[in-house]
């Protein structure tokens, strides 16, 4: 397994990370433990949940099956959706999150989180609230570093220079969605994250369970799965491209003699700033698979053909703006200067 620094931080991650959704959600506690006794087995020391993932089922299990095992372990949880009818009972306001980092720390058995994630954009709070609270927590030893999930770009930014301004906690990690079929983040969201050194936590690098070698081409329904059961499975975000994705990666795994899952893993641990990516699975066999993702590189060749066929286009401004360094080291005239004097 290799470690990763999570961006600018001291902390070392597993490049792998085992992501903890399915946790009372299809994986019961018995199952779950042998599930994080395989990841640990494999050098894994980097968990994730969320105080909502299967109605807070996720972090009690989580929390029971690490028993023991805490002081090595660097855990990741977030905070967000509603956790109870009150009108007060989600979001990011200083009243919910004092109220959600105690009860995440009881449900984990825990006396502090190690990377605590805004899970979602909530645009009735004010940032500088939220930041000021992440902040406190920290100082109070609740919470070790701070991130954020899902904000765009601009938001982002934002939320570092409030911090920087202030001397505040400054995030530590961005976790996106990103995959072999949904490749956005990379136009504006990852440039961000290299220029101010936030380490990169990838959710559904298999897309869902689409890359996993489950799905054929132009298939979007597959028995027994997420997208049968209408939960997690992301297809609305997939790039136009997803099917000849497919295809292609299909064709170099068994090339590779690796699974897909592992050979779509590995893709997106070989890309740009880029700490770790959070993998899960329902049982024993899929967390194996999924583990095997870690300690190997891709050929160059495999890794320029997955790369070709899932690029997306250039948006603008990027995409008129792609070729200005050529423009100006070849000295070329720009057409309104050309009249003049």
């Not at 009735?124 to 904000?151: H, I, M, W």
């Not at 132009?218 to 295809?247: I, K, N």
């Not at 049982?283 to 590189?297: I, P, Y």
Request: charged share 25%; proline share 4%.
């Amino acid at each position: 397994m290799e470690y990763r620094r999570l961006g600018r931080t001291g902390l070392k991650v597993s490049e792998i990370c085992l992501g903890t959704m399915t946790f009372g959600h299809g994986t019961d506690e018995k199952e779950a433990g042998r599930i994080v006794d395989l990841a640990i087995e494999a050098g894994v020391n980097f968990f994730d949940t969320a105080n909502s993932y299967a109605d807070s089922a996720s972090e009690t299990i989580l929390g029971q099956v690490l028993k023991g095992r805490r002081r090595n372990a660097v855990v990741a949880t977030k905070f967000f959706n509603p956790m109870g009818p009150d009108v007060n009972s989600s979001g990011t306001s200083r009243f919910h999150m004092m109220h959600t980092v105690e009860d995440s720390l009881r449900r984990l058995q825990m006396d502090y989180i190690d990377i605590l994630y805004i899970h979602h954009v909530d645009t009735q709070t004010p940032l500088d609230e939220t930041l000021r609270v992440l902040d406190d927590l920290v100082r109070q030893g609740k919470v070790r570093y701070t991130a954020c999930s899902n904000f765009e770009a601009w938001r982002l930014m934002e939320a570092v220079w409030l911090s920087d301004h202030n001397g505040w906690e400054r995030f530590a990690a961005y976790q996106p969605q990103y995959s072999l079929v949904v490749r956005d983040i990379e136009q504006e969201i990852i440039p961000v994250c290299e220029l101010k050194g936030i380490g990169v936590v990838v959710w559904s690098p298999l897309g869902g369970g689409f890359l996993t070698g489950k799905y054929r081409p132009g298939e979007r329904l597959h028995g027994g799965t997420r997208s049968e059961e209408g939960w997690a499975f992301p297809q609305g975000y997939f790039a136009a491209s997803a099917d000849e994705t497919l295809t292609t990666l299909l064709e170099v795994a068994s090339d590779l003699d690796r699974t897909p899952a592992q050979v779509a893993t590995r893709w997106v641990l070989e890309q740009p700033a880029i700490s770790s990516a959070i993998v899960g699975a329902r049982t024993l066999k899929q967390a194996r698979d999924n583990l095997a993702a870690g300690g190997w590189k891709l050929p160059a060749k495999a890794l320029s053909r997955l790369n070709d066929v899932s690029r997306l286009p250039d948006r603008y401004p990027k995409s008129m703006e792609a070729n200005m360094d050529e423009r100006r080291d070849g000295a070329v005239k720009m057409p309104s200067m050309e009249n003049r004097v």
